[in-house]
T-cell receptor
Framework: EAGVTQSPTHLIKTRGQQATLRCSPI?????VYWYQQALGLGLQFLLW???????NRGNFPPRFSGRQFPNYSSELNVNALELEDSALYLC????????????FGPGTRLTVT | RKEVEQDPGPFNVPEGATVAFNCTYS??????FFWYRQDCRKEPKLLMS?????NEDGRFTAQLNRASQYISLLIRDSKLSDSATYLC????????????WGAGTKLIIKP
């Protein structure tokens, strides 16, 4: 069974641009979570989607947004990129109600220059 | 007090030794707990779930102490491949749907 997939693997943008990251959950999983992990630091929770709705949001500015599609895949958009946005962005999925048992994708490494 | 707290380490342990580290949590209403491991520059992977007093899986044992509000992870006969950062996760909030992630404990197994 295919795991969580993310694209692209790497993304290089310049300050002020917009970035779009994509995630496909494990088949049957309805919840998708997004995390930011700066180099050498812990996971910072960004967003949680379930059944197409945003269920929870971490302490990030509004320029971080996303959505979940009817097929449960998800997109994370980061507008007005700043140098500090350079990080590994991880997507995870879980069964509905299984928030603690998340399965992660390999991540998208975003570099802002 | 932080909602979830872990000793960042690193714990430097010789191969074959037993090592244990704790994770303390502040929400007494939390019902379930999870340990993840994250290898360097890789994604986290679920290691163990703890729903009652504890759980054991091979060389790994997770225990829950509700009175003192901590969970522990014990690794016996440690292998070089156990070197990783171990993340503690505590669901909280309404219906335990909001996750709080610890910053992780770094473990280095030395030959």
């Amino acid at each position: 069974e295919a795991g969580v997939t993310q694209s692209p693997t790497h993304l290089i943008k310049t300050r002020g641009q917009q970035a779009t990251l994509r995630c496909s959950p494990i088949s049957g999983h309805t919840s998708v979570y997004w995390y930011q992990q700066a180099l050498g630091l812990g996971l910072q929770f960004l967003l949680w989607y379930d059944e197409g709705e945003e269920r929870n949001r971490g302490n990030f500015p509004p320029r971080f947004s996303g959505r979940q599609f009817p097929n449960y895949s998800s997109e994370l958009n980061v507008n007005a990129l700043e140098l500090e946005d350079s990080a590994l962005y991880l997507c995870a999925s879980s069964l509905a109600g299984g928030a603690g048992e998340q399965y992660f994708g390999p991540g998208t490494r975003l570099t802002v220059t | 007090r932080k909602e979830v707290e872990q000793d960042p380490g690193p714990f430097n342990v010789p191969e074959g030794a037993t090592v244990a580290f704790n994770c303390t949590y502040s929400n007494s209403a939390s019902q379930s707990f999870f340990w993840y491991r994250q290898d360097c520059r890789k994604e986290p992977k679920l290691l163990m779930s703890v729903y009652s007093s504890g759980n054991e899986d091979g060389r790994f044992t997770a225990q829950l102490n509700r009175a003192s509000q901590y969970i522990s992870l014990l690794i016996r006969d440690s292998k070089l491949s156990d070197s990783a950062t171990y993340l503690c996760v505590v669901p909280t909030g309404d219906s335990n749907y909001q996750l709080i992630w610890g910053a992780g404990t770094k473990l280095i197994i030395k030959p």
